[in-house]
């Protein structure tokens, strides 16, 4: 009985510790999470307010002390947009190659890829540039927003001189989103290669 009861006793002491360590894990993960939504806050406020300056340095932070975070992945999105407001490209490149490789959620993802494809094409990068917005095409869960990324990548390769994986991109367009805003776009600049025009913007 002793025994039994000693077994009884152990057991029990055991689930409280291991009820007690998934609680404190979980509401440390709250804590972080709820410390990180307050932090982009403040960042959004001083983008309302006009002060890119303070935004910038506050979403850096944020991103460094709270990595994975829901805010901290929507932080990195508006650190690069402000990157490339104040023509910071090659930070806004490191941060965004480093933010895709490191497997953000999925509707974090394709906005990454689409301000990478941005930041690369604004450097001259542009066959990269055109493939950062392919991948921001296969990410983004809309296909109005698929095909726009599509043309850019278009835009990126013909720009760049590569003119088959600009017409290539054009015509997925037409073949598979020819319903979306794009696709007059995508056939117009799809027939100015056919006719071996230069690009226009």
Request: aromatic share 6%; glycine share 10%; hydrophobic share 45%.
């Amino acid at each position: 009985m002793r025994q039994n009861r000693r077994a009884v006793t152990a057991t029990g002491a055991a689930a409280v510790i291991v009820v007690g360590g998934a609680w404190f894990v979980a509401s440390a993960k709250a804590r972080k999470e709820g410390f990180a939504a307050r932090a982009l806050r403040d960042a959004q406020a001083a983008v309302a307010a006009g002060n890119v300056p303070l935004a910038t340095n506050d979403l850096s932070r944020l991103v460094a002390s709270y990595r994975g975070t829901p805010a901290a992945e929507e932080g990195v999105i508006l650190l690069g947009q402000l990157r490339l407001m104040r023509g910071e490209p090659d930070s806004a490149i490191g941060e965004l190659t480093s933010f895709t490789q490191s497997g953000p959620r999925p509707r974090f993802q394709a906005a990454a890829y689409n301000l990478l494809g941005a930041a690369l094409e604004q450097r001259g990068r542009l066959a990269e540039a055109g493939e950062a917005y392919q991948k921001a095409a296969a990410a983004w869960p809309y296909d109005y927003l698929r095909a726009q990324a599509l043309v850019d990548a278009g835009r990126a390769f013909r720009a760049g001189g590569d003119t088959a994986r600009a017409a290539a991109a054009y015509q997925q367009v037409l073949r598979d989103y020819r319903e979306s805003p794009s696709a007059l776009e995508a056939r117009l600049r799809l027939g100015e290669i056919r006719r071996g025009e230069a690009p226009t913007s």
